[in-house]
T-cell receptor, first 114, second 116 residues
Framework: DAGVIQSPRHEVTEMGQEVTLRCKPISGHNSLFWYRQTMMRGLELLIYFNNNVPIDDSGMPEDRFSAKMPNASFSTLKIQPSEPRDSAVYFC????????????FGPGTRLTVL | AQSVSQHNHHVILSEAASLELGCNYSYGGTVNLFWYVQYPGQHLQLLLKYFSGDPLVKGIKGFEAEFIKSKFSFNLRKPSVQWSDTAEYFCAVNPYSGGGADGLTFGKGTHLIIQP
């Protein structure tokens, strides 16, 4: 298995631009999670899906952030408009065991907003 | 809401020294516990996990952790560290719901540097 796939790996954009991050979970996994990692706040859960349905988006910082999971093999995290304080590494993770919730992480997208 | 506390933010050791990284969590119910490692420039990898049963769990690369329920702790140990263990280590907790997956709550991480 290829593991969790994220794209792009690096993104540099200017303030005000729209940013779309993509994630392909491990095949067969039915839970998908988006996390953000910063020096100041560490790893934070943004949103997660079970069976493509958003369950908890309380970690999404602002209305500028949105996430979708149109099918079991694809999810997007969109920031519109982007701001310099959104600069971080964004990780996607997936889990195939809802009880034990062992999560497998992707390589992350390093976002820099100038 | 649960929280995770990692007591040591930076640890510097010499090769062959013994390691213990502290992790405490706040949640009164049944939990799943994890340690993840993040090598420089890489993504998080699962080091070990505890769900139930024997409170002493063994993971990859010679790491182990002990779950002490009365202390709400899940400390990570390794008897003899190597230079290649230099990395960031994260403790994470997830309340066991039995019904559906939930996001992990992570500690702030411990930056471990092993000097040759």
């Amino acid at each position: 298995d290829a593991g969790v796939i994220q794209s792009p790996r690096h993104e540099v954009t200017e303030m005000g631009q729209e940013v779309t991050l993509r994630c392909k979970p491990i095949s067969g996994h039915n839970s998908l999670f988006w996390y953000r990692q910063t020096m100041m706040r560490g790893l934070e859960l943004l949103i997660y899906f079970n069976n493509n349905v958003p369950i908890d988006d309380s970690g999404m910082p602002e209305d500028r952030f949105s996430a979708k999971m149109p099918n079991a093999s694809f999810s997007t995290l969109k920031i519109q408009p982007s701001e310099p304080r959104d600069s971080a590494v964004y990780f996607c993770a997936s889990s195939g065991d809802r009880a034990r919730n062992e999560q497998f992480f992707g390589p992350g997208t390093r976002l820099t907003v100038l | 809401a649960q929280s995770v506390s990692q007591h040591n933010h930076h640890v510097i050791l010499s090769e062959a020294a013994s390691l213990e990284l502290g992790c405490n969590y706040s949640y009164g119910g049944t939990v799943n516990l994890f340690w993840y490692v993040q090598y420089p420039g890489q993504h998080l990898q699962l080091l070990l996990k505890y769900f139930s049963g024997d409170p002493l769990v063994k993971g990859i690369k010679g790491f182990e952790a002990e779950f002490i329920k009365s202390k709400f702790s899940f400390n990570l140990r390794k008897p003899s560290v190597q230079w290649s263990d230099t990395a960031e280590y994260f403790c994470a907790v997830n309340p066991y719901s039995g019904g559906g997956a939930d996001g992990l709550t992570f500690g702030k991480g411990t930056h471990l540097i092993i000097q040759p």
